[in-house]
């Protein structure tokens, strides 16, 4: 008797930790729709300014180091000129990994309530569990300009097209 009874409060103690559980996911995802609203609008022009910084600064910094005369100051503006395509890329680096860090974030809420032993609990904890589990049927996703999907393989695609850009603008100066 006493065991269903002890059954019953740690059943009850499962439902309101997965409640809370929801509570703070429900929270969470105002948070996230609340810096999306904030901070989307810088993210989709540093995505723009980013890419056309890194293109044209390393473009000029290998121009310098190209120039015949191979003097002191072309040099040291070539060697600015490519710490500072550094930092860019180290900024926005750490935009796209902090984005998919908060995508594989989501992702392992919903595997961890799989992985949990969901099939010995009751009805009502099972419903809830499912009504948890729609929820978290798309990850949580940062988007540049609402269609885009911020993560690491974009930022990749990003430098490559970087510099490709800076290939085409070295051949054009090239062919001048």
Do not use: C
Not at 16 to 28: A, M, T
Not at 60 to 78: H, P, R
Not at 83 to 101: I, K
Request: aromatic share 14%.
């Amino acid at each position: 008797m006493q065991n269903h009874i002890f059954d019953d409060r740690l059943k009850n103690l499962e439902e309101g930790r997965l409640k809370k559980g929801i509570d703070d996911y429900n929270v969470l995802w105002r948070h996230l729709n609340n810096i999306k609203s904030i901070f989307m609008q810088w993210a989709n022009f540093s995505v723009l300014g980013g890419m056309t910084t890194i293109t044209m600064m390393t473009f000029a910094a290998l121009t310098e180091f190209l120039k015949s005369d191979k003097s002191g100051k072309a040099i040291t503006q070539g060697v600015v000129f490519l710490s500072y395509v550094m930092s860019a890329v180290l900024v926005m680096f750490t935009f796209y990994y902090s984005a998919t860090l908060l995508q594989e974030s989501s992702e392992d809420i919903r595997f961890a309530l799989w992985n949990h032993d969901w099939i010995k609990t009751g009805f009502r904890h099972k419903k809830l569990l499912k009504m948890f589990l729609l929820r978290l049927n798309s990850p949580i996703r940062m988007k540049t300009f609402q269609f885009r999907p911020i993560h690491l393989e974009r930022f990749s695609n990003f430098i490559a097209n970087s510099f490709s850009y800076i290939t085409f603008l070295l051949q054009l100066a090239r062919a001048k």
